[in-house]
Nanobody, 124 residues
Framework: QVQLVESGGGLVQAGGSLRLSCAASGRTFSDYGMGWFRQAPGKEREFVAGISASGSNQYYSDSVKGRFTISRDNAQNTVFLQMNSMKREDTAVYYC?????????????????WGQGTQVTVSS
């Protein structure tokens, strides 16, 4: 079992920045990949970014590439999502999730454990 707790969400103006954190517990953090997803009202949950267990490889959706950065600190069992140049369409509940097995990064079905989510709202 893995427990995930997100934090750092809130209200930000368009063009601003936020940094999300996700603290993990329950298994050896450096053994598995991590992903960030988001879900806007009335829409399906979508992949935002992923990072390999060592942190050496990162993956991004086209909609956030160049604006968001995923990173991790294996000593602190935490994964981060730095969000810059934010847009109104970034408004959503953001979730972190674990990818314990060798699967593709983008589908939600590749992930095993999920956090409770943190709301991010971007105002114009």
């Amino acid at each position: 079992q893995v427990q995930l707790v997100e934090s750092g969400g809130g209200l930000v103006q368009a063009g601003g920045s936020l940094r999300l954190s996700c603290a993990a517990s329950g298994r050896t953090f450096s053994d598995y990949g991590m992903g960030w997803f988001r879900q806007a009202p009335g829409k399906e949950r979508e992949f935002v970014a992923g990072i390999s267990a060592s942190g050496s490889n990162q993956y991004y959706s086209d909609s956030v590439k160049g604006r968001f950065t995923i990173s991790r600190d294996n000593a602190q069992n935490t994964v981060f999502l730095q969000m810059n140049s934010m847009k109104r369409e970034d408004t959503a509940v953001y979730y972190c999730a674990t990818k314990l097995h060798f699967r593709t990064w983008f589908p939600t079905s590749s992930y095993d454990y999920w956090g409770q989510g943190t709301q991010v709202t971007v105002s114009s």
